[in-house]
T-cell receptor, first 109, second 115 residues
């Protein structure tokens, strides 16, 4: 059975203080690892897809990396507008995405 | 450019009442999904439709039914609502057919309270 575990559950950073969010997974036949951002009262918004170990993708202050067992979402010099819940999901042979419980990020000025 | 549209956005029901959540996408996507999101539980798949004309159970299907009305629309029905079905419901769609990968596009959610 697919499992996705995100850590930490919550993270508080000062503006400019870089950090990383972790997503560890067990899946039979990974067909993609996905990162989403979710703001309060909104639906998840797609950020990245990673398909193979060693792959990296960047978008503004965010960088996602993938190994055979985990993915990291690195946040460089975060701003208050980066505050959100970040969700990780995997796809195996099943047709839908299996989500972790998310990391709630708060960036204070 | 609407994307995935869900109605209603908010609903309060009494135990035993029935209701249907509507979802429509205008991106010509092939597969559609219903998830529920509860505090501390994350997003859990209720039902999905891998392509027009097919539906399948997800992780938590009990108490729900779905209908893929056409390629654009996928509805979720609660026949006899229970307090345990209080949740935020998200509809999502994806371009790919069954077995294809690719990101899901989500609606804004329908917030349901069952008293």
């Amino acid at each position: 059975e697919d499992q996705v575990t995100q850590s930490p559950e919550a993270l508080r950073l000062q503006e400019g203080e870089s950090s990383s969010l972790n997503c560890s997974y067990t899946v039979s036949g990974l067909r993609g690892l996905f990162w989403y951002r979710q703001d309060p009262g909104k639906g998840p918004e797609f950020l990245f897809t990673l398909y193979s170990a060693g792959e990296e993708k960047e978008k503004e202050r965010l960088k996602a990396t993938l190994t055979k067992k985990e993915s990291f979402l690195h946040i460089t010099a975060p701003k208050p507008e980066d505050s959100a819940t970040y969700l990780c999901a995997v796809q195996s042979a099943r047709y839908a995405l299996n989500f972790g419980k998310g990391t709630s990020l708060l960036v204070t000025p | 450019n609407a994307g995935v549209t869900q109605t209603p956005k908010f609903q309060v029901l009494k135990t035993g009442q029935s209701m249907t959540l509507q979802c429509a996408q205008d991106m010509n996507h092939n597969s559609m999904y219903w998830y529920r999101q509860d505090p501390g539980m994350g997003l859990r798949l209720i039902y999905y439709s891998a392509s027009e004309g097919t539906t399948d159970k997800g992780e938590v299907p009990n108490g729900y039914n779905v209908s893929r009305l056409n390629k654009r629309e996928f509805s979720l029905r609660l026949e006899s609502a229970a307090p345990s079905q209080t949740s935020v419901y998200f509809c999502a769609s994806r371009l790919g057919l069954a077995g294809a990968t690719g990101e899901l596009f989500f609606g804004e959610g329908s917030r349901l309270t069952v008293l």
